[in-house]
């Protein structure tokens, strides 16, 4: 299995409260994802990253942020939880990009109750 | 607009038997396709990838099928085990690696 953790594992919180999900990789991937899944929906992109400090949007990159500070770790933070946002976040990590057939490795996951 | 549609949604059948999921996409042309398998309560973990070009590709009792004709993949589950109640998730890859978009998943459950 691909050196991933994700902490918390499960998280129940209440609505306008700040939450900070990490993602820790051992594997030295340069590539790191957010993603969350939601019943009747595929996995969806919240944020990326390329290389520490670099990071952009996904998909569904409203009302979340990311900080990546070493290679390691990566950072999901939702200012103010809304129930919306009650979802299972998974990280994931590859080696190269989509294009190079970059296969994702994922954490895993972290579920989060918003109240 | 990009999409992967899976079906069925669901799917019980018995221990041993074969099965077939399949994915429809309108993704054309596409990097490649990966195939998913997520056990309840994890990620999920690659089984398969297969460029535009292949037709097959096989996984011990996965085996992955591509017809860019019809734009549709089928993973087919030989002789299946009760370890293969799983979501199984298809994944296709824009040209240029832009983007990944993923299907909803097909849920199976292996009874014996």
């Known amino acids: 299995d691909a050196g991933i953790t994700q902490s918390p594992r499960h998280k129940v919180t209440e609505t306008g409260t700040p939450v900070t999900l990490r993602c820790h990789q051992t594997?030295?991937?340069?590539?790191m994802y957010w993603y969350r899944q939601d019943p009747g929906h595929g996995l969806r992109l919240i944020h990326y990253s390329y290389g520490v400090k670099d990071t952009d949007k996904g998909e569904v990159s409203d009302g979340y942020s990311v900080s990546r500070s070493k290679t390691e770790d990566f950072l999901l933070t939702l200012e103010s939880a809304t129930s919306s946002q009650t979802s299972v976040y998974f990280c994931?990590?590859?080696?190269?990009?989509?294009?190079?057939?970059?296969?994702?490795?994922f954490g895993e996951g972290s579920r989060l109750t918003v109240l | 607009k990009n999409q992967v549609e899976q079906s069925p949604q669901s799917l019980i059948i018995l221990e041993g038997k074969n099965c077939t999921l399949q994915?429809?996409?309108?993704?054309?042309?596409?990097?490649?396709l990966r195939w998913y398998k997520q056990d309840t309560g994890r990620g999920p973990v690659s089984l398969t990838i297969m460029t535009f070009s292949e037709n097959t590709k096989s996984n011990g009792r996965y085996t992955a099928t591509l017809d860019a004709d019809t734009k549709q993949s089928s993973l087919h589950i030989t002789a299946s085990q009760l370890s293969d109640s799983a979501s199984y998730i298809c994944?296709?890859?824009?040209?240029?690696?832009?983007?990944?978009?993923f299907g909803k998943g097909t849920t199976l459950s292996v009874s014996s």
């Open positions: 994915c429809n996409y309108t993704v054309s042309p596409f990097s490649n």
């Open positions: 594997e030295n991937h340069r590539y």
């Open positions: 994944v296709v890859t824009l040209p240029a690696g832009t983007a990944l978009i």
């Open positions: 994931a990590i590859s080696r190269d990009t989509f294009a190079n057939t970059g296969e994702l490795f």
